[in-house]
Nanobody
Framework: QVQLVESGGGLVQPGGSLRLSCAAS????????MGWYRQVPGNQRELVAN???????NYADSVKGRFTISRDVAKNTVYLQMSGLKPEDTAVYYC???????????????WGQGTQVTVSS
């Protein structure tokens, strides 16, 4: 059974920091591309950051220079360090694990349950 369990969300003031964690089980972690997405009610889920093939890091333009994605293969965990938080970062953040075919299409696609991040004074 595949599980992605997020933690670390909460309420933080503008300019503050949070670190999200996503612990994966039931998958061969090293074979998966790991990512963080976020969603605001009424909007589409958007990519925040991901790690492709364990080495390539991608970030949404809106978070570049403020957020850092990393992973610990030994712990089957991916992190999102968020600093300089802004009210517009408020959203539910979701962890995503994707295993791709050789042609790049998604073979397996797993999601966590989401964790709320609220940035407000």
């Amino acid at each position: 059974q595949v599980q992605l369990v997020e933690s670390g969300g909460g309420l933080v003031q503008p300019g503050g920091s949070l670190r999200l964690s996503c612990a994966a089980s039931g998958i061969t972690f090293s074979l998966y591309d790991m990512g963080w997405y976020r969603q605001v009610p009424g909007n589409q889920r958007e990519l925040v950051a991901n790690i492709i093939s364990g080495t390539t890091l991608n970030y949404a333009d809106s978070v570049k220079g403020r957020f850092t994605i990393s992973r610990d293969v030994a712990k089957n965990t991916v992190y999102l360090q968020m600093s300089g938080l802004k009210p517009e970062d408020t959203a539910v953040y979701y962890c995503n694990a994707v295993r791709r075919r050789v042609d790049g299409t998604r073979l397996y696609d797993w999601w966590g349950q989401g964790t709320q991040v609220t940035v407000s004074s």
